[in-house]
């Protein structure tokens, strides 16, 4: 059983919500949103200094979502923060929403970087992280979330040698290693070699947990921050559309449409996991 029930739960409510505002649009980007939930958990439920009353706190961490489709993920986790109703959720991506199909920060209250053209995210994360170390802030944490087939772009590459040459000590990375990018699977596409073995190259600080397993990445994460001078990645070994059966039995389901019927029976399962977490 995991140490943190709270952070558990806190993941299941995250999973329930994010399905449910899929569910009312009927389409989107469920695979990727689903496999990043419970690093959501953890960095909000525990490792992030944020303030849901000052979301514009200078001194805050930040989180950058490069992998800028598991935005409804991310909404529904601030919205179980108090950042806004939770009903609002119900808009996504539909005229006049503050929660489009990517995270825009100049329409979600608690979004810190506008992300969703992929490779780009590392770049504005060092750019937040080293901008902390010029204006003092040396509390400050930068976390930063890579898809793997996002790492087939040479910017993502660029901003790891930039980050190590810099000695970003306070940028924490991960690696959503679900295995499926848009048209198939990473390796069909285009194989990446070891992902550990890739960033430890540049010089990086480099896990790998499972990515569903919340005590897993809360260690993973105090051992990063007990560094020095290096960056810090943790690769999570996850499954595109964790907690979601529709989406876990569809290959691949990077962007899925889905009637009420089909999506239901997962609600109903994600919400008896929440419960069963709750109880245990």
Known sequence: MEKNKELRVFAEEIRVETLKELA???????????????????????????????????????????KGHAGPAVYATLALKGYFPREELLTLNQGGTHFPSHCDRLK??????????????????????????????????????????????????????????????????FVDLNKQQLDGSCDDVLYMGDMVDKFRSFGWFVQKVDGHNVDAIAEAIEQGKAQQDKPVMIVLDTVKGKGCRLAEETF?????????????????????????????
């Open 108 to 173: 979600t209250t608690g979004v810190d970087m506008t992300t969703g053209s992929l490779g780009q995210g590392i770049s504005t994360a060092c750019g937040l992280a080293l901008g902390n170390r010029i204006l003092g802030r040396n509390d400050a944490y930068v976390y930063l979330v890579l898809g793997d087939g996002e790492c087939d772009e040479g910017q993502v590459w660029e901003g790891a040698a930039f980050a190590a040459h810099q000695m970003l000590d306070h940028l924490i990375a």
């Open 252 to 280: 691949p389901c990077h962007h899925m449409k889905f009637t009420p019927e089909q999506i239901a029976p997962s609600i109903a399962e994600a919400e008896a996991a929440l419960e069963a977490a709750r109880r245990a």
């Open 24 to 66: 009312n649009l009927g389409f989107g980007h469920i695979g990727g949103s689903m496999s990043v939930v419970e690093l959501l958990a953890v960095l909000y439920g525990r490792e992030m200094r944020i303030d849901p009353q000052n979301p514009q706190w200078e001194d805050r961490d930040k989180l950058v979502m490069s």
